[in-house]
C-alpha cells in the first residue's frame, strides 16, 4: 500500500514502515521465549483431564497448553500475578478449587470468573491488592485436591 501511495518516495515508505517491522519482531521474540518456558511446563492431571503449568516473565500462553492437550492452564507471571483457564468449551467448574485457594491462600485476592472456568489473582486489567503466596507447584497440587506441601499427597483438600 505505502508503495503505491509514494511511489517515488522510498524513505517515506521505510520509515513509515520500520514502526511495524520492530512491533513484529517484538512479537516473534516474545513468542520464542514462550516457547523456551513452555520447555519447563509442568503437565499434571486433574479430575477433568491433563493440566499444563507454566512460569514466564512473560506471562503464559493458553493456546500453547490446549494446543498439546490441556483442558486446564495454570500460569504464574513476572509480576507475580497467577491464573487458571479451562478450555472454553470444557463442563470445567473452577469453584471448589477457588474455595480450596480461600482456605489455604486465604490472603491473596483470587477472583472466581462468573464463567467458572477462569480464577485470577492479579492481571493487567485488575492488579492484585494481595498476591498469592504459592508457588505454582504449590498451585498445581491445590488443583490435584492436596494441601500444597503435603508430602505423598497424604493431606487432601
Known amino acids: ?3 503505491l501511495m509514494f511511489p517515488t518516495r522510498p524513505r517515506h515508505v521505510a520509515f513509515a514502515m520500520i514502526p511495524n ?3 513484529w519482531y517484538e512479537q516473534e521474540t516474545r513468542q520464542i521465549r514462550l516457547e523456551q ?3 519447563r511446563r509442568l503437565e499434571f492431571e486433574t479430575r477433568w483431564g491433563l493440566g499444563i503449568a507454566m512460569e514466564s516473565e512473560d506471562g503464559g500462553s493458553s493456546k500453547l497448553a490446549y494446543g498439546h492437550g490441556a483442558v486446564l492452564y495454570a500460569y504464574r507471571d513476572g509480576n507475580g500475578w497467577m491464573g487458571i483457564a479451562a478450555q472454553s468449551r470444557s463442563s470445567v467448574d473452577l469453584t471448589p478449587v477457588y474455595q ?3 482456605s489455604v491462600d486465604g490472603g491473596a485476592d483470587w477472583y472466581l470468573h462468573p464463567s ?3 480464577l485470577l489473582c492479579g492481571s ?3 492488579p492484585a491488592r494481595v498476591l498469592s503466596q504459592l ?3 504449590g498451585l498445581v497440587q491445590v488443583l490435584q485436591g492436596v494441601r500444597p ?3 505423598g499427597g497424604a493431606a487432601h483438600l
Do not use: I
Open 1 to 3: 500500500g505505502y508503495n
Open 21 to 23: 517491522l520492530d512491533a
Open 37 to 39: 518456558a513452555f520447555a
Open 100 to 102: 480450596d485457594l480461600r
Open 116 to 118: 467458572t472456568r477462569l
Open 124 to 126: 493487567a486489567k485488575s
Open 135 to 137: 508457588s505454582l507447584a
Open 149 to 151: 506441601g503435603a508430602q
